[in-house]
């Protein structure tokens, strides 16, 4: 009898034993790309190289450089790190196996470029254990997040946005409170500095379609989540908020904690909005309080690389029920500057591209239509047309009679808008007078898009919250 066949078996089985026991099996990912555009690649310590794709796993010892191309990664503990063009990255220490018992650790090195970053559990837990080395500091994050940036001579520039972060080199450590910015230069002798010149980070590229022909198509319909090029949205280019972005959200939750029950906004960069991969809102802070949600989320899409919006249901916050919580809608972008109105003369119609469903926390309904009227000028005004929506068996229209258009205050810096608009309801359940609380935004270079929030109701009428976006 031939025993070669078992021997061999049985030297495999022995060799993976073998291979397990040592460790040198395949390890748990530190983490997985967000999205990659333009050159991106990933070389392992062993010297392999790949191209970074969305989805791509990435170890410890990973090297991530990025030539005109961006990436965002995602650590198995939440935090991740959004790389900019000309950026040299990589993973030296990182160690989480889902438990905070003092082994949990997370060390980059940042050679060149720059990057935003938002902490995980790592951070949040012994952040101590987070830092980001460079060639001429080590930083430590002590919050939730920040940009950094090395120059070209080796500078290191940080500024964080929120809680305690340090700048540390041989001659000294800097303590940056939020909204400070610090550098330390090549000089090992000269201790960090606050600098009122912080990390500068270039700007988004246009969406990733703008070389494509335009395609023709036809009127929003409720459920579509496309560009205007009439592509699926999830193919724009990331939409970064992690420094501010402007944020509206309505909400059905019952009084005190910590929302009032009617649509509400936060201005940049008092509003703190952290998207997953899918560009969905997954954390948020106000100008005093922060937080993270876990639960189910629909209707989410982008726009443009502008804004983005979403309706969470069933959520926690932090990981702690959400007291009388049934529903969130929000929309959420990059602010519009005051300016972009006010040196533009004229009025400007700016038409829905996308949107949550309507819902009052039992029932959901469907999107229908309508415009925001831009009125720019010394004084802007905002109108809206003919907002429409179905649910419960009738349909309601949010419109601004003439002359009682909302106001964009001209001191900005940005340029929000809200009031109380008039509701009209196919049915009788509007009788006694119903309107509808709206709180929103102008958003992206030039105020090409704007998007609001809503809560809508009256005597009879269930209070009904949704999210619109809209672009001109």
Known sequence: MNSAPYRHRQLAVLVAAALAGTGTAAAAPAGRVDFATGGVSVTSADGRSRPAARGLEVQPGDRIVTADGRAQIRFTDGAYVSLQPNTDFAIRDYQYDGRTDGSEKGVFGLVRGALRTVTGAIGRVNRGAYQIQTPTATIGIRGTGGLIQVLGDGTTRVVSSSGIWTLTNPAGTLNLPAGTAGEATPNPKEAPQETATGPEVPAPPPTLLAALPPIATSAFVAGDQVTANGLPASL??????????????????????????????????????LLDGNLAMIGFKTSSSQFAAVGAQTDTGTADGVLSWGRWTAATLDGSPWPAFQTLAYVTGLPSPIADLTSQTGTFTFNLIGGTAPTDGTNVGTLLGGQVIGYFGPTPKVGINNFSYAIRGNTYTISTPLGSEFVVPPGGPYAPFSGTATLASSGSDCTLGCSANVNGHFMGSGATHAGFAYTAGGVVSPATVGAAAFKR
């Open 236 to 273: 724009v280019s990331p939409l970064d908020c992690t420094t501010g972005c402007e944020l509206a959200y309505a909400t059905l939750t019952g009084s005190g904690f910590p929302f009032t029950g009617s649509a509400q906004s936060v201005a940049a960069p008092n509003s703190g909005v």
